[in-house]
């Protein structure tokens, strides 16, 4: 099976500006949680969706929001990107059908977001 | 507040010596997981610890689930260049709510060859 994907691998943005990045779970995988990682603050779960609903969030700012499409692929957007947003944004998918988001988290390669 | 506390932070070793990172929580978990990230790559799944007192072996690494249930440790046996890298602990909780995966903050491993 292939794994997780993730577009674009890197961005570079702009204070201000708005950026959209892109997962595609695993085959047959219905959930897909999206976490940033930062040097200072490890891995951060920003929210998870199942089932095109989101089934968990995280302690993030509105500025952050998601959705997934009936194919389980998902889309993650930030608006009003701020310089703190410098991060990797990663994708884990799992089959969902489980205890939520304890099963276990296949990750994509994910995209590294550069705010200037 | 974290959760789950990983120590030590960070570990250079010389190859050949072993390896231990803990992961505590003051409360009692249903599972723990364990993840390897390899500088510039992603998390990738190790194990999962479900049983009190449960201990896994995978070659080198031997992975131990407390009596309790509050702590695990990952053990890696004579160290290899390979096993560069940052080790996460994570495990489910309760939150507003709802169930959400928590990362312990990693132990990031340097060898010296």
């Known amino acids: 099976k292939a794994g997780v994907t993730q577009t674009p691998r890197y961005l570079i943005k702009t204070r201000g500006q708005q950026v959209t990045l892109s997962c595609s779970p695993i085959?047959?995988?219905?959930?897909v949680s999206w976490y940033q990682q930062t040097p200072g603050q490890g891995l951060q779960f920003l929210f998870e969706?199942?089932?095109?609903?989101?089934?968990n969030k995280g302690n993030f700012p509105g500025r952050f929001s998601g959705r997934q499409f009936s194919n389980s692929r998902s889309e993650m957007n930030v608006s009003t990107l701020e310089l703190g947003d410098s991060a990797l944004y990663l994708c884990?998918?799992?089959?969902?059908?489980?205890?939520?988001?304890?099963?276990?988290?296949?990750f994509g390669p994910g995209t590294r977001l550069t705010v200037l | 507040g974290q959760q789950v506390m990983q120590i030590p932070q960070y570990q250079h070793v010389q190859e050949g010596e072993d390896f231990t990172t803990y992961c505590n929580s003051s409360?009692?978990?249903?599972?723990i997981q364990w993840y390897k990230q390899r500088p510039g790559g992603h998390p990738v799944f190790l194990i999962q610890?479900?049983?009190?007192?449960e201990v896994k072996k995978q070659k080198r690494l031997t992975f131990q689930f407390g009596e309790a249930k509050k702590n695990s440790s990952l053990h890696i046996t004579a160290t290899q260049t390979t096993d560069v890298g940052t080790y996460f602990c994570?495990?489910?909780?309760?939150?507003?709510?709802?169930?959400?995966?928590?990362f312990g903050q990693g132990t990031r491993l340097t060898i010296n060859p």
């Open positions: 884990a998918s799992s089959t969902g059908g489980g205890s939520t988001s304890t099963d276990t988290q296949y």
């Open positions: 085959s047959g995988h219905r959930s």
């Open positions: 969706y199942f089932s095109e609903t989101q089934r």
């Open positions: 409360t009692t978990l249903s599972n």
């Open positions: 610890l479900v049983k009190s007192g």
């Open positions: 994570a495990a489910p909780f309760i939150i507003q709510g709802a169930q959400k995966l928590v």
